[in-house]
């Protein structure tokens, strides 16, 4: 049975967020048909007006996409689609009554995969895979990227970007807890939340940075630390194909040419966190810095004197030049006292509050103005209200109350509307 329902999504403003859980709830056991969304205001607020047609996933009668059919629906096709494609379609049907229990159940599992993927990328379905590399997919239940990529339909691109899922699981466990890069449940914030943390209990810091990291990690390296924990041979196959391959800009000059790896792709982000493992673990267990709190090459440690963190620095060079051939920043390489702030992650952290950096406040600005330029075209207003929020809520993790509040008079006062405001000000942002 096919429903219609209307959901209204307001703007939270203490998060800046639409509040999508009620939408969420109801597409989490229904199949999603069509949809049409309309944004507009209420109370002063931005909202957003969805239109969902759905059927149930499960049920008499309902089945998912590329669910068995009958004889009779098989053979009657649709005058607008040509015989070429009926055929393919009445073939597509026949392959997937073939599935048994436990194949189709892993096909419909893959249905949801795409759909909560592509939705959280902001992409149609189709884009991740289509039903016939689902159908595959399910039929040889690939345990290995190796095999993953044997897949006709699972390119290249898909690998880099979702293959990290089967290798992250084994070595999410061995990460340290103070790691924050790119990894679930961690981010920018927290780790400025930490850095703010240890200087109350710790008078000095020090602050270190790799050199060129993502142009420095050296393949060979790299793939030894794989293979650590990695059970399937073909796991350490592919990723060596996928280094070897890698297409990256001219690296930085030095010993360590040509052993880059793409920054762009989620794939290099997680094995820059594998590459730089060993250095957190000698950190910790060697030189006993309890206090180390690492953002990808971004290092962080805070202790009782200058002469024990200069001690921690020194073993750390050595360490990532002889174990990982890494340089550090000798100008990066600061000991301060905490009084003085932090440069930590685009903020100073002092130990009563945090401040954004200056060039954290330029942007800032900068983006504040481009929002602003377009809440005046009816066209993008709505996209200019969703950047304000974002903005907002990222600087608002920050001691920046007077900050926003000049932003908020700047961005949504102007002088001329002031002087003499009309309705028609408004007007194409409550019609958009």
Same mark, same amino acid.
């Given at each position: 049975m096919r429903e219609l329902r209307v959901f209204t999504l307001p703007l939270d403003p203490r998060t800046g967020l639409f509040d999508d859980g009620p939408l969420r709830e109801w597409l989490a056991?229904?199949?999603?048909? $069509?949809?049409?969304?309309a944004f507009f205001q209420r109370d002063g607020l931005p909202a957003w007006s969805i239109v969902v047609e759905s059927r149930p996933l499960q049920g008499p009668g309902v089945k998912l996409a590329g669910a068995r059919?009958?004889? *009779?629906?098989?053979s009657k096709r649709d005058p607008a689609v040509s015989p070429a494609e009926h055929a393919e379609r009445v073939a597509f049907q026949a392959r997937l009554a073939e599935l048994d229990e436990l194949e189709r @159940?892993? %096909?419909d599992r893959l249905l949801v995969f795409r759909r909560d993927t592509a939705r959280a990328d902001g992409l149609p379905p189709y884009v991740? =895979?289509?039903n016939q590399v689902a159908l595959e997919l399910a039929r040889r239940a690939p345990g290995t990227l190796a095999s993953l990529a044997e897949v006709r339909g699972i390119g290249r691109k898909r690998i880099d970007k979702h293959g990290h899922l089967i290798l992250e699981p084994a070595w999410e466990a061995r990460f340290i807890p103070h790691s924050y890069a790119?990894?679930? &449940?961690? &981010?920018?914030?927290? *780790?400025?939340?930490?850095?703010?943390?240890? *200087? $109350? $209990?710790?008078?000095? %810091?020090?602050r270190m940075d790799v050199r060129s990291y993502f142009d420095s990690v050296d393949h060979e390296t790299l793939l030894r630390l794989l293979a650590l924990r990695a059970d399937d041979p073909g796991i350490s196959s592919l990723c060596s194909k996928l280094l070897a391959t890698a297409r990256v800009p001219i690296a930085s000059p030095g010993p360590n040419r040509g052993t880059a790896i793409p920054i762009g792709n989620l794939t290099s982000q997680f094995w820059a966190n594998v590459y730089l493992d060993p250095?957190?673990? =000698?950190?910790? +267990?060697?030189? &006993? @810095? +309890?206090?180390?709190?690492? %953002?990808?090459d971004d290092i962080l440690v805070l202790a009782d004197?200058?002469?024990a963190l200069w001690e921690v620095a020194e073993a750390v060079q050595d360490f990532a030049r002889d174990s990982l051939r890494l340089t550090m920043k000798r100008r990066a390489t600061v000991v301060a006292p905490v009084s003085e702030g932090i440069p930590w992650l685009g903020h100073r952290v002092f130990p009563a509050m945090v401040r954004l950096d200056r060039t954290t406040r330029k942007r800032f600005a900068r983006k504040l103005r481009t929002a602003r330029d377009g809440m005046d075209d009816a066209t993008q207003s709505s996209n200019a209200v969703c950047r304000l929020a974002s903005l907002f809520g990222h600087v608002s993790h *920050?001691?920046?109350? @007077?900050?926003?509040r000049n932003a908020d008079r700047s961005t949504f006062v102007s002088p001329a509307r002031v002087a003499h405001p009309t309705a028609s000000d408004y007007a194409h942002r409550i019609d958009a």
């Amino acid at each position: 049975m096919r429903e219609l329902r209307v959901f209204t999504l307001p703007l939270d403003p203490r998060t800046g967020l639409f509040d999508d859980g009620p939408l969420r709830e109801w597409l989490a056991v229904r199949e999603l048909l $069509r949809s049409r969304a309309a944004f507009f205001q209420r109370d002063g607020l931005p909202a957003w007006s969805i239109v969902v047609e759905s059927r149930p996933l499960q049920g008499p009668g309902v089945k998912l996409a590329g669910a068995r059919t009958s004889d *009779a629906a098989q053979s009657k096709r649709d005058p607008a689609v040509s015989p070429a494609e009926h055929a393919e379609r009445v073939a597509f049907q026949a392959r997937l009554a073939e599935l048994d229990e436990l194949e189709r @159940a892993r %096909y419909d599992r893959l249905l949801v995969f795409r759909r909560d993927t592509a939705r959280a990328d902001g992409l149609p379905p189709y884009v991740l =895979f289509t039903n016939q590399v689902a159908l595959e997919l399910a039929r040889r239940a690939p345990g290995t990227l190796a095999s993953l990529a044997e897949v006709r339909g699972i390119g290249r691109k898909r690998i880099d970007k979702h293959g990290h899922l089967i290798l992250e699981p084994a070595w999410e466990a061995r990460f340290i807890p103070h790691s924050y890069a790119c990894r679930v &449940g961690k &981010g920018t914030h927290r *780790a400025v939340l930490r850095a703010r943390l240890l *200087a $109350r $209990r710790h008078p000095y %810091y020090l602050r270190m940075d790799v050199r060129s990291y993502f142009d420095s990690v050296d393949h060979e390296t790299l793939l030894r630390l794989l293979a650590l924990r990695a059970d399937d041979p073909g796991i350490s196959s592919l990723c060596s194909k996928l280094l070897a391959t890698a297409r990256v800009p001219i690296a930085s000059p030095g010993p360590n040419r040509g052993t880059a790896i793409p920054i762009g792709n989620l794939t290099s982000q997680f094995w820059a966190n594998v590459y730089l493992d060993p250095l957190d673990h =000698f950190a910790i +267990s060697a030189l &006993g @810095a +309890s206090t180390w709190v690492r %953002y990808m090459d971004d290092i962080l440690v805070l202790a009782d004197t200058k002469t024990a963190l200069w001690e921690v620095a020194e073993a750390v060079q050595d360490f990532a030049r002889d174990s990982l051939r890494l340089t550090m920043k000798r100008r990066a390489t600061v000991v301060a006292p905490v009084s003085e702030g932090i440069p930590w992650l685009g903020h100073r952290v002092f130990p009563a509050m945090v401040r954004l950096d200056r060039t954290t406040r330029k942007r800032f600005a900068r983006k504040l103005r481009t929002a602003r330029d377009g809440m005046d075209d009816a066209t993008q207003s709505s996209n200019a209200v969703c950047r304000l929020a974002s903005l907002f809520g990222h600087v608002s993790h *920050a001691d920046s109350l @007077a900050l926003r509040r000049n932003a908020d008079r700047s961005t949504f006062v102007s002088p001329a509307r002031v002087a003499h405001p009309t309705a028609s000000d408004y007007a194409h942002r409550i019609d958009a």
